[in-house]
């Protein structure tokens, strides 16, 4: 089944046709810059844009960094605070003319991952931990989504997780691999005390240079490297839109 799948970040809005069943990309994937202030009505504006540049005139699968429930956007990470309380699905929709199905973007790439990547096949509880500007995450057990989970917000030393151990947070302090493995250590181990995990799969763009942090990692969770990377966003709102809608 072919779907389109959009994924809306703090600086760039992409979309791509993929096919649900392979988890590719149809065809090549269009990135416009996200508008500044990113209101609501200038994000749905470049959505119906994409819409209209795939010539798409079915449902549509699109991620959104915040929590969400019911089509309903309850926070807003590295986007304009007046998507807090905004029926998203029914803007989207509204501005595209189709269904939109939205969700939380870290849960989005989760569903890639766990459908295509590092996590096909594996049971029990998965964590998948996004390390960019922030720290996104999603949670499945047993292959199932829990979703809306804001693991990157959990408070360690006085701060969110994601101020210590995210990947902006290694950049802005200059650490090392070494110093910013320590730091994942801790937030890991954190973690495991609270939820007790099976298998972490990291991901984000610093995932793919994982051989230079994951010798400093230490926790007693199994820990892998995503393998989606910047197509699992794309990839899993396009599943959700298939199997949901």
């Known amino acids: 089944m072919k779907m389109l799948g959009i994924d809306i970040g703090g600086s760039g809005i992409k979309g791509a046709i993929v096919d649900t069943k392979k988890g590719d990309f149809v065809g090549e994937r269009l990135r416009i810059p996200t508008p500044q202030p990113s209101s609501p009505k200038a994000v ?37 605070n007046r998507w807090i309380g905004t029926d998203a699905a ?18 989005a ?37 829990v979703p809306n989970t804001e693991f990157g917000h959990l408070i360690i030393r006085g701060k969110d997780a994601e101020a210590r151990a995210s990947d902006r947070a290694r950049e802005e302090k200059g650490l090392s691999w070494q110093q910013w493995g320590k730091r994942l250590s801790e937030y890991l181990q954190y973690l495991e005390a609270l939820i007790t995990p099976d298998l972490y799969i990291i991901g984000g763009g610093v995932s793919k240079r994982y051989r230079k942090f994951f010798p400093h990692i230490q926790c007693a969770t199994p820990i892998v490297p995503a393998r989606l990377r910047n197509r699992a ?12 809608l």
């Open 109 to 145: 790439a989760g569903i890639a991952e766990m459908r295509f990547g590092a996590g096909k096949g594996v049971e029990g509880l998965v964590v998948i931990l996004t390390l960019g500007t922030g720290i996104g995450s999603s949670l499945f057990m047993n292959g199932e989504l």
């Open 44 to 80: 749905a504006k470049v959505v119906a844009q994409l819409s209209r540049h795939f010539d798409w005139g079915a449902s549509i699968g699109c991620t959104f960094p915040a929590v969400v429930k019911r089509g309903i956007t309850l926070s807003a990470a590295n986007v304009d």
């Open 90 to 107: 029914a803007l989207l929709g509204k501005h595209t003319g189709n269904p939109v199905l939205i969700l939380n973007d870290a849960d």
């Open 233 to 244: 966003g794309i990839v899993g709102a396009a599943i959700a839109a298939a199997e949901l």
